[in-house]
Structures are given as C-alpha cells and as structure tokens.
C-alpha cells in the first residue's frame, strides 16, 4: 500500500464547475495534511493547510479532512482554466519530519 | 519578500564532476530539506535538517551529501554524479514550532551526462 494515494486523473472539468480532489493516507499519526498545487515544471505551491476534522474554507478552495477515514480532499469551486495543474496532497509523518507526496492528481479545466 | 531561492536553476554537467546546488532561505526557518522529483515517482526526500547542524537522511540519499552550518543556508553536494542523479531538484524550509507550513525553492533542473 502506498503512503499517499491520489488517482492520477486527468480529472476533467469545464469552467466554472466544481472540482474534487481526493486522497488516502496510511499513517495514522499524520496530524497535519497539506495540499499543493504544480504546474507543469515549476515548484509545488502551497495552497492549503488542514490540522482538524472537518472542513476549513480559503477563497475558492476547501479542504476536508476524515482522520478516521485517512481520508482528505480538495474541492475547487468556480474552477477557472488557470487551475489547470497537478494537486498534490501531503500529509505530515508521525514524527514531524517530513512531508508524505501522493503523485498527484492532474486537473484539467476546459473553458 | 519572504522566500527560498537555489542555485543555479539549470545545470548540465558530465558524470563525476563534483557540485553543489546552493539553497538559501530569509524566513528564520529551523527546518530545511532537499527533494528530487522523477515522473510517475512525485517528490522524494533526499535530505533534511532540522536544525543547526543537525542533518538526517531522507528516503533516497544515496549519492548526495548536505550541511547545515548556517540557518538560512542548506547547499547540496553530489561528489560524483551519475546519470540516475539526472532530476528536478526542490529546496525547502519551514517552521517548527507553530505552524508546519513548507516553502519551496523554484527548482534546479540537473542533467549528468
């Protein structure tokens, strides 16, 4: 099993929908859950934080997140072409020393 | 302008010749790390450091050597490059004590031929 998984997509969708981004964790000591955004060669960018169950909104992104479930996801509302990039969920290991990458889910937003 | 900055951003270079990436960070960060990112494998750690002198070995580090003699500085050193050393390479710091928000660096794109 892997320690981050994330359906690598393309997760299509057309402008001005909602998008979900989903990912599953394996560490049950993860505490802090982080998702980034990629574009296509540059550096990953930080776009949420999530520290307790539940939702917490930012603008147009919310983040969820299940401790029970190992369960944590992205939604994108209003979503505009330029969200077109890979989403990158990342967990916090038990210890607090790194960050746990899924591959990434690639999002393509049609105009 | 708070931010992680590397150098240089592109490097090619032939097998066995000794470099080093320079990663540098103006946030005060205790925490710093290096990681490569190969398609369909994401981002793997090489290195971090958690503080001061105080450096730990990550997922992949075979290959690669880091020190940290300053806060703010966290330079990587490939003493004999091979091809398989041939990535994108990420420098990133952040903070320990409240929040565990990461910042990265731009990226260094290296080529070992």
């Not at chain 1, 949420?48 to 509302?77: C, H, P, W």
């Not at chain 2, 990663?23 to 090489?46: F, K, V």
């Not at chain 2, 990587?76 to 990265?104: M, V, W």
């Amino acid at each position: 099993q892997k320690e981050v998984e994330q359906n690598s997509g393309p997760l299509s969708v057309p402008e001005g929908a909602i998008a979900s981004l989903n990912c599953t964790y394996s560490d049950r000591g993860s505490q802090s859950f982080f998702w980034y955004r990629q574009y296509s060669g540059k550096s990953p960018e930080l776009i949420m934080s999530i520290y307790s169950n539940g939702d917490k909104e930012d603008g147009r992104f919310t983040a969820q997140l299940n401790k029970a479930s190992q369960y944590v996801s992205l939604l994108i509302r209003d979503s505009q072409p330029s969200d077109s990039a890979t989403y990158l969920c990342a967990p916090m290991n038990t210890g607090f020393q790194k960050l746990v990458f899924g591959t990434g889910t690639r999002l393509l937003v049609s105009p | 302008e708070a931010q992680v900055t590397q150098n240089p951003r592109y490097l090619i270079t032939v097998t066995g010749k000794k470099l080093t990436v320079t990663c540098s960070q103006n946030m005060n960060h205790e925490y710093m790390s290096w990681y490569r990112q190969d398609p369909g494998l994401g981002l793997r750690q090489i290195y971090y450091s958690m503080n001061v002198e105080v450096t730990d070995k990550g997922d992949v580090p075979e290959g690669y050597k880091v020190s940290r003699k300053e806060k703010r500085n966290f330079p990587l050193i490939l003493e004999s490059p091979s091809p398989n050393q041939t990535s994108l390479y990420f420098c990133a710091s952040r903070g320990t004590l409240t929040t565990y928000e990461q910042y990265f660096g731009p990226g260094t794109r290296l080529t070992v031929t």
